[in-house]
């Protein structure tokens, strides 16, 4: 019933820039908070960046003053603009958004199918 759709994923050299973007679409009522996390090899998944429904953000330490989380309610999109990016940033990386549906009482969390983000000279 919803789905989240990943897009801006790929290969950057260091100090390069890329634009992730999430939509959500389907039966959605609301959504609350949206976030981005991401999964390097061998490693667990580790938030990124969170936004609220009224735009209060937070930032994992490694990326504070790099990367900056976004939202447009009216487009049900989270976008993650991520700059001055260095191989360690290299991982998949997945959207989510906490979402409330038609016909539901509460909030439901979905993901995104991931996106590969390299970066290397």
């Known amino acids: 019933q919803v789905q989240l759709v990943e897009s801006g994923g790929g290969l950057v050299q260091p100090g390069g820039s890329l634009r992730l973007s999430c939509a959500a679409s389907g039966n959605i009522r609301s959504i609350n908070a949206m976030g981005w996390y991401r999964q390097a090899p061998g490693q667990q998944r580790k938030l990124v960046a969170i936004i609220t429904s009224g735009g209060t953000t937070n930032y994992a330490d490694s990326v504070k003053g790099r990367f900056t989380i976004s939202r447009d309610n009216a487009k049900n999109t989270v976008y993650l603009q991520m700059n001055s990016l260095q191989p360690e940033d290299t991982a998949v990386y997945y959207c989510?958004?906490?979402?409330?549906?038609?016909?539901?009482?509460?909030?439901?969390?979905?993901w995104g199918q991931g996106t590969q983000i390299t970066v290397s000279t």
């Open positions: 989510n958004a906490d979402i409330q549906i038609y016909g539901s009482v509460g909030l439901a969390r979905y």
